[in-house]
């Protein structure tokens, strides 16, 4: 809807002032004299067409200007109740959903449309050719759809559950975090953190190579004793800068785990994870305990 109709409609609903008008306008635009300027040239069009006139501090629609409001809405209203009978016409025979956001989108604008005038509630009611029923047909449709997909997805979920396909964890980089990597090196008879930064990333090895406790290694690779995995803590949760900017992952036979804007990514098979979604979960229970 063009500003011109917008206004028009509005002064066609109420006598309205002009900084009425301006307040409804103004989030539209970039600053309040761009919206002054926009709406100072649409009055002063409405009025020369002797569509409105001001009446004191106030704009009132004229007998003209009535005439053109329930021709446009009117032609508005139809070109949209018209788009929706289509639709509907065309999703019928085959029950097809494909025109389902349309629909939608149409009956919102139609809705819309119908609280601001009456009358285009009654044209829209006279020029429909689609009933309620019609609508909870589509809906009952949408509903089995939803349930056929959804049954369809959790078995593909479930197979791939089985082929023991790779998954994803995230936590927060804090205490558990780093609890959590222990008791995952010693399940798995680990002693040492192989800690792989990215090449590129001067920053992340500079703070490793800081510490004469991470041995560096070619390719700005760099072990940690399982046993000084303190150190990489505190390192790391001494400062958010340390959290936010440092790179790096360690792999743990299978899994892979990777540091990424202050938040913890295990990454591997999906028995491996599930095992470690569910030991951090009791991590958090025995917390709570406590």
Do not use: W
Request: charged share 30%; aromatic share 8%; with cysteine.
């Amino acid at each position: 809807m063009t500003l011109l109709d917008s206004i028009l409609l509005q002064i066609n609903q109420k006598k309205t002032s002009f900084n009425e008008l301006l307040t409804r306008i103004i989030p539209n635009y970039s600053s309040t004299e761009s919206a002054r300027a926009a709406l100072s040239r649409v009055i002063k069009n409405l009025v020369s067409f002797e569509y409105i006139k001001k009446t004191e501090d106030f704009f009132e629609i004229t007998e003209k200007g009535k005439k053109v409001v329930e021709s446009k809405l009117q032609n508005k209203m139809l070109n949209n109740i018209n788009s929706i009978n289509d639709l509907l016409q065309k999703s019928q025979p085959a029950k097809s959903l494909h025109y389902l956001d349309d629909i939608v989108k149409n009956l919102q604008i139609f809705l819309e449309r119908s609280k601001e005038d009456i009358t285009l509630l009654k044209i829209g009611k006279t020029s429909a050719t689609f009933y309620v029923s019609d609508l909870e047909d589509i809906k009952k449709n949408v509903e089995n759809r939803l349930t056929n997909f959804e049954q369809s997805l959790e078995r593909q979920i479930q197979a791939l559950k089985d082929l023991n396909f790779e998954d994803q964890f995230i936590i927060n980089l804090d205490n558990n975090a780093f609890e959590l990597i222990k008791e995952l090196s010693n399940t798995n008879n680990i002693s040492e953190l192989i800690i792989d930064c990215d090449k590129t990333d001067i920053n992340s090895g500079m703070l490793f190579e800081t510490h004469s406790e991470f041995i560096k290694k070619p390719d700005n690779v760099f072990v940690l004793k399982l046993s000084d995995i303190e150190i990489l803590k505190k390192l790391l949760l001494s400062r958010l800068e340390n959290i936010m900017q440092t790179r790096f992952k360690i792999y743990i036979k299978e899994v892979v785990i990777y540091l990424k804007v202050g938040r913890l990514y295990f990454t591997g098979p999906y028995n491996q994870i599930a095992t470690i979604k569910d030991n951090y979960t009791k991590m958090l229970q025995t917390q709570e305990k406590k």
